[in-house]
C-alpha cells in the first residue's frame, strides 16, 4: 500500500521556522514536491524536486525562505520553512509522482492527508 504521511505541521509566530516531513511507504518516487491551500484559495505549488537532488523548483512566493530536500534511503522529503509569515499559513500537502518531474498538481499521482501551518502575526 502506497502512502505518504506529512508531519511537522504546527503554529509559530511570524518569523519563526517549521519543518515538514514526508514519510513515503510502499515504492519510491522520482519526484516529491509540496505543495500548500488556504481558505478560500486554490491549492498552489510549493516546491519541488528530483530523484537526485539536482532539479528542484521553488515557488517565487516562498524562493529564499523555503528549501526543499529529500533522503532516499529513508523515502523521506522535507520542506524547511524559514521567515515564516502569516500569508503562508494553509493546508501543506506532499505529493509524489512515480516517474519523470513535472511541477504541475495533475502530474502527482499521490498525495499526503495535509497538514496545518498556521502563522500567527
Known amino acids: 500500500q502506497v502512502q505518504l504521511v506529512e508531519s511537522g505541521g504546527g503554529l509559530v509566530q511570524a518569523g519563526g521556522s517549521l519543518r515538514l516531513s514526508c514519510a513515503a511507504s510502499?515504492?519510491?518516487?522520482?519526484?516529491m514536491g509540496w505543495f500548500r491551500q488556504a481558505p478560500g484559495k486554490e491549492r498552489e505549488f510549493v516546491a519541488g524536486?528530483?530523484?537526485?537532488?539536482?532539479?528542484?523548483n521553488v515557488a517565487d512566493s516562498v524562493k529564499g525562505r523555503f528549501t526543499i530536500s529529500r533522503d532516499n534511503a529513508k523515502n523521506t522529503g522535507y520542506l524547511q520553512m524559514d521567515s515564516l509569515k502569516p500569508e503562508d499559513t494553509a493546508v501543506y500537502y506532499c505529493?509524489?509522482?512515480?516517474?519523470?518531474?513535472?511541477?504541475?498538481?495533475?502530474?502527482?499521482?499521490?498525495w499526503g492527508q495535509g497538514t496545518q501551518v498556521t502563522v500567527s502575526s
Open positions: 505529493a509524489a509522482m512515480r516517474y519523470g518531474i513535472s511541477w504541475s498538481a495533475r502530474s502527482y499521482g499521490y
Open positions: 510502499g515504492r519510491t518516487f522520482s519526484t
Open positions: 524536486i528530483g530523484w537526485s537532488g539536482a532539479s528542484t
